[in-house]
């Protein structure tokens, strides 16, 4: 790919990622959501995993073991979390998504779904369809690769 190609790529790919990021954890605080957008994917992966330990949740997300441990802390105090003993190695603390905690994920989804929504609206099925290949093939390749 021809380096121009590339940046232009990499500047576009920026901008929106920037936007989108910082517009996001705007909307979910006017909406009154209680966690930040690194909170929500704590729930979200905890939603989808099912209980895990700190360390899991780190590797999960990508995030620093002490930073998801200081974010599970604050998920903790206001009751969206909560830690239980592993059965299987009592030395090892299981964390798990409370009833509360659900409910906010559930709000911060549809939140994020309606801030989405228009944008997506504004392309026709071809551009949808692109995007979702694109972004399936980007996803693949970095699951694939140990980054």
Known sequence: MEEKRLLELIEQYANVYLFATKKLERVMVEKAMPISLEQFGILRVLDGKGAMTAKEIAKETDVHK???????????DR?????????MDRRS?????????QLV?????QAMTAFIRPFFEELNEKELEGFLKVYEKLNEMLLKEDY
């Open 105 to 109: 994920l559930d709000e911060s989804k």
């Open 79 to 87: 009751g969206f979390v909560e830690r239980k003993e592993d059965s």
């Open 93 to 101: 603390m299981k964390i798990t998504l409370t009833q509360e905690g």
């Open 66 to 76: 002490s930073a998801v441990t200081t974010k599970i802390a604050r998920l903790e």
